[in-house]
């Protein structure tokens, strides 16, 4: 089983660019596959990106290619979202998530483990 506590949102202007952290607890975490996805007030949560175990696989979503990049760093336990060019469309809480299958999931149903979010807010 693993902890996830995310961290680093916070209030930035349209343009600008904000870096999330998720600290994972336990010893295995270079077993999980990592996802960070997002929810805005009265929408769904939402795929945003997905790295693999070794770092060797990673997936966008459409809307964030381009400006948003994840990577992780096993030996820190850690799973990073540099978002860069923000909008005020990406506000949102955006949550990181874990699970231990092969491939890394772009839904909600292929993640097991889930953060508690942290918001994010771009203004215009």
């Known amino acids: 089983q693993v902890q996830l506590v995310e961290s680093g949102g916070g209030l930035v202007q349209a343009g600008g660019s904000l870096r999330l952290s998720c600290a994972a607890s336990g010893r295995t975490f270079s077993s999980y596959v990592m996802g960070w996805f997002r929810q805005a007030p009265g929408k769904e949560r939402e795929f945003v990106a997905a790295?693999?175990?070794?770092?060797?696989?990673?997936f966008y979503a459409d809307s964030v290619k381009g400006r948003f990049t994840i990577s992780r760093d096993n030996a820190k336990n850690t799973v990073y979202l540099q978002m860069n060019s923000l909008k005020p469309e990406d506000t949102a809480v955006y949550y990181c998530?874990?699970?231990?299958?092969?491939?890394?999931?772009?839904?909600?149903?292929?993640?097991?483990?889930w953060g508690q979010g942290t918001q994010v807010t771009v203004s215009s």
């Open positions: 998530a874990a699970d231990q299958s092969i491939v890394a999931a772009t839904t909600t149903r292929g993640y097991d483990y």
């Open positions: 790295i693999s175990r070794s770092g060797s696989s990673i």
